[in-house]
């Protein structure tokens, strides 16, 4: 992947009073895409502009799409969860305890660390649970990817969720798929600067 063409993608949402906003962006390899969900995003409140005025952060909402490695067809559940953080102390209470939840259910541990995702260094967690489908024998198992970012420069937590039923796929995908969490982008900067994300719209 690190000799791959990257191509620049833009999560974003339009509210009908406020108009278009921004939740990230993100940069895939050529054999990545995502695909959009018949459930819309929402966005109930914009943020601060963009460094050249071309649009807003979006401070509160979530969008759901689809991630999928079109070569290998292994497709992941894709979710950002957005909430204002003035305080980035109230920021990391609220990651660490929403961590801690996660591990004190019926869950099992998979992975977790530390990474870092553009200046940002952040804590993640994978885990999974088995259970029974409605009106099914067979126990099933899911797993789950945690990326919460608290960005600074916007006041914002992004609670970024990878969604796998099949979890041998992420062990095969792993790689490619935290070297696509680390190229979001949740504000502009001295390192991204020349970014100017036109044609976006």
Do not use: Q
Not at 50 to 61: E, L, Q, V, Y
Not at 107 to 124: A, C, Q, R, W
Not at 148 to 164: F, H, S
């Amino acid at each position: 992947m690190e000799d791959e063409k990257l191509v620049e993608n833009c999560l974003a949402a339009k509210n009908p009073l406020l108009g278009v906003g921004v939740f990230m962006f993100i940069y895939l390899p050529e054999n990545w895409v995502l695909r959009t969900l018949n459930e819309p995003p929402e966005c109930s409140s914009l943020g601060s502009w963009n460094k050249t005025g071309d649009f807003r952060w979006i401070s509160n909402g979530f969008i759901r799409t689809l991630l999928i490695n079109m070569r290998d067809k292994r497709g992941y559940l894709f979710r950002v969860d957005v909430k204002m953080f003035y305080n980035a102390e109230k920021a990391t209470k609220y990651i660490l305890k929403k961590m801690e939840k996660i591990k004190k259910r019926r869950v099992k541990i998979l992975d977790e660390g530390n990474m870092y995702i553009g200046e940002h260094s952040i804590k993640f967690l994978v885990w999974s649970k088995k259970f029974k489908p409605f009106l099914g024998r067979k126990e099933k198992e899911e797993l789950y990817a945690e990326f919460p970012i608290y960005c600074n420069d916007t006041k914002r937590l992004l609670w970024v969720k990878l969604k796998c039923d099949k979890p041998g796929n992420f062990l095969l995908d792993k790689k490619d798929l935290l070297k696509i969490i680390s190229t979001i982008i949740c504000h502009e900067s001295v390192a991204n600067r020349n970014v100017t994300h036109k044609n976006l719209f």
